[in-house]
């Protein structure tokens, strides 16, 4: 009766949650959409990032197909149709997300022309979409599913779709979005000596398509996963203890929601430009809302002080992420100040701050782990993941706020709006490049978390206690796990390289014979790189998903859970690592060359800007491609072994 009960709560609170998503976005679309200049550059971007998810979706439908009946087969129907639920409520959430992003875009730069405070409340009521579509979708699809099959099993099947999606979106989307991205600045910026977002590149609407289905899109699907499946995880380790803590993790994400959307109202800016300290309001009422709302929940102490844990490491992988990556801090002014030198010294940085910064939030992690483990055992850290990511809905609001600024500024330059607006969309989008980083920090974080509770629950469902370091199964499956994130992650740079070639050659001769682009009396055809960046992302997509999916199974069906324990294990720790490292150290790049545009060392056209454009190149598939999409990949992993954990049981051949 109480697991009913609470997934009747979820679910009121999912609706709930889903309602305010859609009174924010009535409030912004009845905002004024600016010029009609403004207004066809919107609907260029729009028109662009929906071909490419509606493409996309297409395009994985027979992959769904396949795992569904293969699931039918080997698990049974159940879990299969949750499998589909799961595709279905993830592509929402990335979908509802983008459309209004798209949307919010123009109205932001309209609204630059009132000021700064106007202009970030509407990119932030149009992140915040996004992150309420996400967290109300979750709370539906889990206690739905839960509700009508009461099989645990089952609600695996809608975190493997959920998982599947993830990592389509994020491989995708990160794919599309540097190609343009990377295209663009080498031909516009080093070349040409044009600035950011000009209308005369041929790839500045597929770079600002990019920043949706990448940025928006893709990091939507990437948490929505993370959302549902460590709820879910949580929700398996209680299934050994007592009902009420397969309850718990439903309850703690329902009251996180509500909390997230009582932070929403809290991002605010009426006087002064600190535009971080703003949105950091409604990261810090967000979280202040989730442990007093935790502490009306009867879970008793050790249990509530291990979900505080989770709240509190939230707050903290914050503000470890923006020291490595914010313009005012020693990292970041570090790599610019090796630009000066050129771009060896610029990269050099780079690399070691990227390394560097792997290690506070990996103690940060541990701490984590030590302290909810001697609170609550495995449970703890359970719910520990499951109220750090209960947070999901306010993170996204910060990280889709990102693009939405980003599209914003692009559209004020391109409409040639007055300079006092670009000074308002320029200060918006810087902040938005930090906010990203951070919210990758959380969603890698998250990830780990998340991961370590699916590897207890699949542990438990294959009945290991121990995983032997001295069997040789073991130790295969170890390298094997480790090994992944490094080839999953050669597979996306080279993608983002080959896509990014394709867009560097058609601008260049789209430069070289439309004559008069650069004079601005001729327009460029800006749907041939859209085109380009949607077909190269298209095509790549496949090769890191079955890496993905085929891997565990290949490994669990020849040598046994045994194995497939170790590979989960060594991908969870190098993934972990791999994906702050280049995240990380991508978001410095990026911020060290906006140093230096905002005049340090020179300024724009100098030495020291064209080696940190060359830096924040490389950084572009680092930090929104191949990182972030290591968080779906371990997890994506995690769930197949989960959903498959019965048929390794029955049919691995144990071949050592």
């Known amino acids: 009766m109480v697991l009913l009960a609470a997934t009747q709560i979820a679910f009121a609170v999912g609706v709930f949650v889903l309602l305010f998503a859609a009174y924010l976005v009535w409030s912004i679309l009845r905002l004024p959409a600016g010029s009609a200049k403004m207004q066809e550059i919107a609907a260029a971007i729009r028109e662009g990032a929906g071909a490419y998810l509606m493409r996309q979706y297409t395009t994985l439908i027979p992959f769904v197909i396949v795992l569904a009946g293969l699931i039918w087969f080997l698990v049974g129907s159940p879990t299969a149709i949750a499998f589909v639920g799961g595709v279905i409520c993830s592509t929402l959430a990335g979908y509802i997300g983008m459309t209004i992003s798209v949307r919010a875009n123009v109205r932001t730069a309209q609204a630059a022309f009132g000021g700064i405070g106007p202009a970030l409340k509407t990119a932030s009521r149009g992140g915040?979409?996004?992150?309420?579509?996400?967290?109300?979708?979750?709370?539906?699809?889990?206690?739905?599913?839960?509700?009508?099959?009461?099989?645990?099993?089952?609600?695996?099947?809608?975190?493997?779709?959920?998982?599947?999606?993830?990592?389509?979106?994020?491989?995708?989307?990160?794919?599309?979005?540097?190609?343009?991205?990377?295209?663009?600045?080498?031909?516009?910026?080093?070349?040409?000596?044009?600035?950011?977002?000009?209308?005369?590149?041929?790839?500045?609407?597929?770079?600002?398509?990019?920043?949706?289905?990448?940025?928006?899109?893709?990091?939507?699907?990437?948490?929505?996963?993370?959302?549902?499946?460590?709820?879910?995880?949580?929700?398996?380790?209680?299934?050994?203890?007592?009902?009420?803590?397969?309850?718990?993790?439903?309850?703690?994400?329902?009251?996180?929601?509500?909390?997230?959307?009582?932070g929403v109202f809290f991002i605010t800016l009426k006087h002064g430009t600190n535009v971080m300290g703003a949105l950091y309001k409604g990261v810090y009422a967000t979280a202040a809302f989730a442990l007093v709302g935790l502490w009306s929940i009867p879970m008793g102490l050790e249990l509530y002080l291990a979900s505080a844990v989770g709240v509190l490491a939230t707050v903290a992988i914050f503000y470890i992420t923006?020291?490595?990556?914010?313009?005012?801090?020693?990292?970041?002014?570090?790599?610019?100040?090796?630009?000066?030198?050129?771009?060896?010294?610029?990269?050099?940085?780079?690399?070691?701050?990227?390394?560097?910064?792997?290690?506070?939030?990996?103690?940060?992690?541990?701490?984590?782990?030590?302290?909810?483990?001697?609170?609550?055992?495995?449970y703890g850290i359970a719910v520990a993941a499951a109220s750090m990511l209960s947070l999901t809905g306010i993170v996204i609001t910060l990280d889709a706020y990102g693009p939405i600024t980003d599209n914003a500024g692009g559209i004020a330059q391109m409409s040639k709006a007055p300079e006092k607006v670009r000074k308002v969309t320029d200060a918006l989008d810087s902040v938005g490049n930090t906010t990203k980083a951070t919210t990758k920090g959380f969603a890698i974080a998250g990830a780990a978390l998340g991961a370590l509770a699916l590897f207890a629950a699949f542990a438990e469902a294959t009945h290991l206690t121990t995983v032997n370091l001295l069997s040789p199964a073991v130790v295969i499956g170890l390298f094997i796990g480790a090994a992944l994130p490094f080839v999953f992650s050669s597979f996306i740079m080279r993608a983002v390289g080959r896509a990014a070639f394709e867009i560097v050659e058609e601008v260049?001769?789209?430069?070289?014979?439309?004559?008069?682009?650069?004079?601005?009396?001729?327009?460029?055809?800006?749907?041939?790189?859209?085109?380009?960046s949607t077909r190269a992302a298209l095509r790549e997509l496949m090769v890191p998903g079955a890496l993905a999916v085929v891997t565990p199974l290949l490994v669990g069906l020849l040598f046994g859970a045994q194995a497939l324990a170790g590979l989960l294990a060594g991908s969870i720790a190098t993934g972990f690592l791999m994906a702050l490292f280049m995240s990380t150290s991508g978001g410095a790049w990026d911020n060290a060359k906006k140093l230096i545009e905002d005049g340090k060392w020179g300024g724009k056209g100098s030495d020291a800007h064209k080696a940190a454009v060359v830096g924040d190149t490389v950084g572009d598939p680092f930090k929104d491609s191949a990182g972030p999409s290591l968080n779906a990949l371990i997890k994506v992993l995690n769930t197949v072994s989960l959903v498959f954990a019965s048929a390794v049981l029955v049919y691995a051949l144990n071949l050592l």
């Open 322 to 378: 923006e020291y490595y990556t914010g313009k005012q801090f020693a990292p970041v002014q570090e790599i610019a100040s090796a630009s000066k030198t050129g771009a060896a010294t610029n990269l050099i940085a780079g690399l070691a701050v990227g390394l560097e910064s792997t290690a506070l939030p990996l103690l940060l992690i541990v701490a984590a782990i030590a302290i909810s483990f001697k609170l609550g055992g495995v």
């Open 508 to 532: 260049r001769r789209q430069f070289r014979e439309i004559k008069g682009i650069m004079k601005g009396t001729a327009k460029p055809d800006y749907a041939k790189a859209v085109d380009i």
């Open 128 to 262: 915040a979409v996004t992150g309420m579509a996400l967290t109300g979708l979750g709370l539906i699809g889990v206690s739905t599913v839960y509700y009508f099959t009461q099989d645990l099993g089952a609600l695996v099947g809608f975190g493997f779709g959920a998982s599947l999606i993830s990592l389509f979106a994020r491989v995708g989307g990160g794919i599309y979005t540097k190609a343009a991205d990377v295209g663009a600045d080498l031909v516009g910026k080093l070349e040409k000596g044009i600035p950011e977002d000009d209308p005369r590149n041929p790839a500045v609407i597929a770079d600002n398509v990019g920043d949706n289905v990448g940025d928006c899109a893709g990091m939507a699907a990437d948490l929505f996963e993370s959302y549902v499946v460590t709820v879910i995880a949580a929700m398996l380790l209680g299934a050994a203890i007592s009902p009420w803590l397969v309850a718990l993790p439903l309850v703690i994400a329902a009251i996180g929601a509500l909390a997230g959307m009582f």
